[in-house]
Nanobody
Framework: QVQLVESGGGSVQAGGSLILACTAS??????????IAWFRQAPGKEREGISC?????????YYADPVKGRFTISSDDVKNTVFLEMKNVKPEDTAVYYC???????????????????????WGQGTQVTVSS
């Protein structure tokens, strides 16, 4: 069955960097059409989609406005892992970060659709990121 495992969370000072990893099992990134996204949820707030990579669109990457220019999503087929590189982090980036996946073709959905939690079927357990000022 499909499983996603996040790693790389922790505590970091504002302005620092962190790399999160989402390792998939049950399917191979180089063998199927998929979209994998990162979401985050801060205490008392709704889950927020922040970045997505969509193999159906040639690996097109989507970013939410709060992280654009600071976060970078990438994939490694050999490691079967999707990474989220976080640079110049801010205290408002503090949250539990989740990766999520949907298998199959997703075309013409747009950024809002690709960052919608309801699109994704498989979820990881989450990893805490805490940014101190």
């Amino acid at each position: 069955q499909v499983q996603l495992v996040e790693s790389g969370g922790g505590s970091v000072q504002a302005g620092g960097s962190l790399i999160l990893a989402c390792t998939a099992s049950g399917f191979a990134l180089d063998d199927v059409s998929y979209a994998i996204a990162w979401f985050r949820q801060a205490p008392g707030k709704e889950r927020e989609g922040i970045s997505c990579i969509n193999s159906s669109e040639g690996g097109r990457k989507y970013y939410a406005d709060p992280v654009k220019g600071r976060f970078t999503i990438s994939s490694d087929d050999v490691k079967n892992t999707v990474f989220l590189e976080m640079k110049n982090v801010k205290p408002e980036d503090t949250a539990v970060y989740y990766c999520a996946a949907v298998l199959g073709i997703n075309i013409g959905v747009g950024r809002q659709g690709m960052l919608e939690p309801g699109r994704y079927r498989y979820w990881g357990q989450g990893t805490q990121v805490t940014v101190s000022s």
